[in-house]
């Protein structure tokens, strides 16, 4: 005998920083309204909420970015100025506003990024939550959404799961992320909700993910971090469209991995480098690691130690301007002996010294893929969705919040501000639009 579904005004699909948020601000706000409180489900497919948070930052969950809205829209790049009814209706300070209030005080650490005082993910999790439960909202883990359609009939969604359950709402938001860490679950679910309720995909690709790189040394320097590097992307014709608004050349920190590159200045272009491998099999980083010195400061350097400092270690004094393992990286790599002495530099092992620190050649042949990528580039097109709102402007009853959209920051807590400010208004417009029972025969 088939089992009737369960019915719920609302139903968020997805409980990671948007969804959560989501059903947090629509509780609250009929809170702050005196009015009894609707009935809410949350469907996660991991077994607790906030799996993608618990492991932001490295554990620590970097939050948000300390910049003002203007500077957080800039972050966002071609399609910044989309976040700005979200970022104006719950901004980073009131973020922390909230968060400290549920007591979960943060600071502010290097680049601006915001951490919760305990450095611990788990204390933001635990708090939304909470919170959740205080407001009544009922929290199904795990439970998978397996397809979602409307009734333009009964004007409800029906959803089906992985479990024996289905359910009925009035209003449904999806907000079950992209496809980055694909072992958290974000596996594009959302993309097919979406195009199942005729919304558009812009291609996703993989955006913040480390790049595989050709030369076998890089692997010899894993774990090593060099600090305010610049990176440049070299291919053929004009570069794609960064939908982060980091500009290029990337300036910040690099990382040497097992694999190839990681590290800020690198992770903030790797969805051009990914959109370009789609058309060429590999392509090149120009890597500065002295960008406060151009090349005639540099060779004026090596000047200075040949003549007064001519007896001390090559490799010894290219560790005061370079990490001491990259120095010797780049003394083997130009046959430089690891006991010679700056008196004995010559001119040509001068010349491919200042090549490699202004401008070592890294060969790209692929990314990471989902499996690493912290956020997705791409996803349901913002023409279909209201900015004011968060609203579907082809169903008036569904809402999409978070990583679904084609919106994509850089490392830095961007991407977190994205999922609960746009999380936080869509729960805000999803009250006013129960609260006016604005639904009529549309």
């Given at each position: 005998?088939?089992?009737?579904?369960?019915?719920?005004?609302?139903?968020?699909?997805?409980?990671?920083?948007?969804?959560?948020?989501?059903?947090?601000?629509?509780?609250?706000?009929?809170?702050?309204?005196?009015?009894?409180?609707?009935?809410?489900?949350?469907?996660?497919?991991?077994?607790?909420?906030?799996?993608?948070?618990?492991?932001?930052?490295?554990?620590?969950?970097?939050?948000?970015?300390?910049?003002?809205?203007?500077?957080?829209?800039?972050?966002?790049?071609?399609?910044?100025?989309?976040?700005?009814?979200?970022?104006?209706?719950?901004?980073?300070?009131?973020?922390?506003?909230?968060?400290?209030?549920?007591?979960?005080?943060?600071?502010?650490?290097?680049?601006?990024?915001?951490?919760?005082?305990?450095?611990?993910?788990?204390?933001?999790?635990?708090?939304?939550?909470?919170?959740?439960?205080?407001?009544?909202?009922?929290?199904?883990?795990?439970?998978?959404?397996?397809?979602?359609?409307?009734?333009?009939?009964?004007?409800?969604?029906?959803?089906?799961?992985?479990?024996?359950?289905?359910?009925?709402?009035?209003?449904?938001?999806?907000?079950?992320?992209?496809?980055?860490?694909?072992?958290?679950?974000?596996?594009?679910?959302?993309?097919?909700?979406?195009?199942?309720?005729?919304?558009?995909?812009?291609?996703?690709?993989?955006?913040?993910?480390?790049?595989?790189?050709?030369?076998?040394?890089?692997?010899?320097?894993?774990?090593?971090?060099?600090?305010?590097?610049?990176?440049?992307?070299?291919?053929?014709?004009?570069?794609?469209?960064?939908?982060?608004?980091?500009?290029?050349?990337?300036?910040?920190?690099?990382?040497?991995?097992?694999?190839?590159?990681?590290?800020?200045?690198?992770?903030?272009?790797?969805?051009?480098?990914?959109?370009?491998?789609?058309?060429?099999?590999?392509?090149?980083?120009?890597?500065?690691?002295?960008?406060?010195?151009?090349?005639?400061?540099?060779?004026?350097?090596?000047?200075?130690?040949?003549?007064?400092?001519?007896?001390?270690?090559?490799?010894?004094?290219?560790?005061?301007?370079?990490?001491?393992?990259?120095?010797?990286?780049?003394?083997?790599?130009?046959?430089?002996?690891?006991?010679?002495?700056?008196?004995?530099?010559?001119?040509?092992?001068?010349?491919?010294?200042?090549?490699?620190?202004?401008?070592?050649?890294?060969?790209i042949y692929a990314t990471r893929g989902f499996k690493e990528a912290m956020v997705t580039a791409g996803g349901v097109r913002l023409d279909e969705i209201n900015p004011d709102t968060m609203q579907s402007r082809i169903n008036p009853r569904l809402f999409l919040a978070g990583e679904v959209l084609d919106l994509t920051g850089p490392s830095g807590g961007y991407n977190l501000q994205l999922a609960f400010s746009t999380g936080y208004l869509a729960g805000v417009s999803?009250?006013?639009?129960?609260?006016?029972?604005?639904?009529?025969?549309?």
């Amino acid at each position: 005998m088939a089992q009737s579904a369960t019915p719920y005004e609302i139903i968020v699909l997805g409980a990671g920083a948007a969804g959560m948020m989501a059903a947090i601000a629509c509780g609250e706000e009929f809170l702050a309204r005196g009015q009894t409180l609707p009935r809410i489900a949350v469907l996660e497919k991991n077994r607790q909420p906030g799996i993608k948070v618990l492991v932001c930052g490295g554990g620590r969950c970097n939050l948000t970015n300390a910049g003002d809205i203007d500077f957080l829209i800039g972050q966002f790049g071609r399609n910044g100025r989309f976040l700005t009814p979200a970022l104006r209706t719950l901004d980073n300070l009131g973020l922390r506003s909230w968060f400290a209030s549920r007591g979960v005080p943060t600071h502010e650490e290097h680049d601006g990024k915001i951490y919760p005082d305990s450095h611990k993910a788990s204390s933001v999790v635990d708090a939304m939550v909470q919170r959740m439960r205080e407001l009544g909202v009922e929290i199904h883990a795990p439970c998978t959404a397996e397809a979602v359609t409307w009734n333009s009939s009964s004007k409800l969604f029906n959803i089906t799961t992985s479990t024996v359950q289905t359910f009925t709402s009035q209003i449904l938001l999806i907000a079950v992320g992209g496809q980055s860490y694909t072992r958290m679950g974000t596996t594009g679910d959302g993309y097919s909700f979406a195009k199942a309720l005729g919304h558009r995909v812009i291609t996703p690709r993989p955006a913040i993910v480390p790049l595989l790189c050709k030369e076998p040394w890089v692997t010899e320097l894993k774990g090593l971090a060099v600090q305010d590097v610049a990176v440049r992307i070299e291919a053929p014709g004009p570069l794609p469209r960064l939908a982060t608004g980091k500009p290029e050349p990337s300036i910040n920190d690099m990382m040497f991995t097992h694999f190839g590159l990681s590290g800020p200045a690198v992770l903030n272009i790797s969805e051009i480098v990914a959109e370009l491998l789609e058309k060429f099999p590999e392509m090149t980083l120009r890597v500065d690691f002295v960008r406060h010195l151009d090349h005639e400061e540099l060779a004026g350097v090596f000047r200075q130690w040949h003549s007064t400092e001519g007896k001390k270690l090559v490799r010894s004094k290219l560790a005061e301007i370079i990490p001491q393992r990259l120095a010797e990286m780049f003394c083997y790599l130009g046959n430089i002996d690891q006991r010679q002495v700056c008196a004995n530099l010559t001119a040509r092992q001068i010349q491919q010294l200042i090549e490699r620190l202004k401008g070592t050649e890294f060969t790209i042949y692929a990314t990471r893929g989902f499996k690493e990528a912290m956020v997705t580039a791409g996803g349901v097109r913002l023409d279909e969705i209201n900015p004011d709102t968060m609203q579907s402007r082809i169903n008036p009853r569904l809402f999409l919040a978070g990583e679904v959209l084609d919106l994509t920051g850089p490392s830095g807590g961007y991407n977190l501000q994205l999922a609960f400010s746009t999380g936080y208004l869509a729960g805000v417009s999803i009250a006013h639009q129960l609260h006016e029972n604005a639904y009529g025969n549309s």
